[in-house]
């Protein structure tokens, strides 16, 4: 069977095509992104502009495109804070909607934390034993921790890299007065959030899911031999601190020379960089490893399983 996930976000409309079975596991066939940073498109109220609905309709009626060519049995349609949080967000969800030619499911922060934690686990394994994740989106972000395919505890603050940089880092480059501002904000933000998760077993992994983390690793971690020949990043939180400086006195325009950082991650990587960097402090880690797989996967991985229960004879 082949299924198509498209997830609507602050940052990007992606869509992630793949060969899936009952029992087996995802085989992504085709991937395409259109990046839009939806926040660069809300008005005085919050809402999405009528520039920026637009540009969601063109995005999702490519993909819808991009899906019926390359032969999708089903589409899976998410989306995230951005679309769920506008202040017209009825309205454009129903643009979508009409766009897409169906239903849009409309995820919650912490659903979004627990099919990430899902593809997390699924992508290490049950022999990983207790995991705690980080996911920065662009409207927010997930921590979530647990022992089993479900977090025993998930959570989603309001701290994504495009809203940060949005209300915190107007200029470019961002001055230290800006950056001191963020990461005062993001601890008042997480401190309770990491009181509430005092009562987790020490995790036997920290795991960061996103595109801005995975940036970030290749920016500031290293790699090491993984499993089955596959290579593993690390991001130690000493050396992402130690860029952050060095990345806010970089324009925007030049930060795509760095490794690991894409065209449409240069505005917002610095917000990312000081969120995850204050996120790791407040959750006492001193170090995370970067999974491939994230939010998209663990729907599809969702869909898999719903098949599988659903098979005759199940």
Do not use: C
Not at 67 to 92: H, I, M, Q, W, Y
């Amino acid at each position: 069977m082949r299924l198509g996930v498209l997830d609507i976000g602050s940052n990007t409309v992606h869509l992630l095509i793949a060969n899936v079975r009952p029992g087996g596991r995802p085989l992504a066939a085709t991937s395409q992104r259109t990046v839009l940073r939806l926040m660069r498109y809300l008005g005085p109220d919050g809402e999405i502009t009528e520039e920026g609905v637009r540009a969601l309709v063109d995005a999702v009626t490519q993909a819808r495109a991009t899906a019926k060519a390359e032969g999708v049995d089903e589409l899976l349609a998410t989306a995230t804070s951005a679309v769920r949080e506008a202040a017209n967000g009825a309205a454009v969800i129903a643009r979508i909607e009409e766009a897409l030619g169906q239903p849009l499911q409309v995820l919650g922060g912490e659903t979004e934390a627990r099919y990430t934690f899902l593809a997390v686990r699924r992508w290490f394994g049950w022999s990983a034993g207790q995991i705690l994740l980080f996911d920065i989106g662009g409207g927010s972000l997930e921590i979530a921790a647990g022992a089993d395919e479900l977090p025993d505890a998930a959570e989603s603050v309001q701290l994504g890299a495009g809203r940060m940089t949005v209300q915190f880092l107007p200029h470019d480059p961002p001055g230290e007065d800006e950056i001191r501002a963020l990461r005062d904000h993001a601890m008042e933000l997480l401190r309770p959030v990491a009181e509430r998760f005092e009562s987790q077993p020490r995790p036997d992994h920290v795991v960061g899911s996103s595109k801005a983390i995975r940036s970030l690793a290749k920016l500031a971690g290293y790699p090491v031999p993984g499993w089955s020949g596959i290579e593993r990043m690390v991001l130690p939180r000493r050396e992402l601190k130690a860029w952050i400086p060095r990345l806010a006195r970089i324009p925007a325009s030049a930060r795509q020379e760095l490794p690991g950082i894409t065209a449409d991650r240069t505005f917002q990587i610095v917000a990312g960089a000081v969120v995850l960097e204050r996120a790791m402090k407040a959750m006492d880690v001193e170090e995370l490893e970067v999974s491939p797989w994230a939010l998209r996967e663990g729907v599809l991985l969702r869909y898999i399983e719903s098949l599988q229960w659903s098979a005759p004879g199940a």
